[in-house]
Nanobody
Framework: QVQLVESGGGLVQAGGSLRLSCVAS????????MGWYRQAPGKQRELVAD???????RYTDSVKGRFTISRDNAKNTVYLQMDSLKPEDTAVYYC??????????????WGQGTQVTVSS
């Protein structure tokens, strides 16, 4: 009942920028946490950044100072602005949301993933 649609991935050169977006829709009362994860080939999925309703954010150390997460609550959308991209940022990026649903409590949902490739 909850769907996440991601966009904004692509191929860029090192030092370039991309902006990912994720729009949530479906049956939920409110969105609690929105975040971005990534998974590179042969690697485990890792948290990149997340943001709570009040705006507090956290980032993995490798992206601090380069990536910025934000959200538009009115549009149920989360963004990830990625600047100064490095080849090691190459991965599939997944949107994740934790939502409050009537009769179902709090649940996590995942986007389909969008490929980010950074060339040297």
């Amino acid at each position: 009942q909850v769907q996440l649609v991601e966009s904004g991935g692509g191929l860029v050169q090192a030092g370039g920028s991309l902006r990912l977006s994720c729009v949530a829709s479906g049956s939920f009362i409110s969105i609690n946490v929105m975040g971005w994860y990534r998974q590179a080939p042969g690697k485990q999925r890792e948290l990149v950044a997340d943001i709570i309703t009040g705006g507090r954010t956290r980032y993995t150390d490798s992206v601090k100072g380069r990536f910025t997460i934000s959200r538009d609550n009115a549009k149920n959308t989360v963004y990830l602005q990625m600047d100064s991209l490095k080849p090691e940022d190459t991965a599939v990026y997944y949107c994740n949301v934790n939502v409050r649903r009537r009769y179902f409590g709090n649940n996590d949902y995942w986007g389909q993933g969008t490929q980010v490739t950074v060339s040297s």
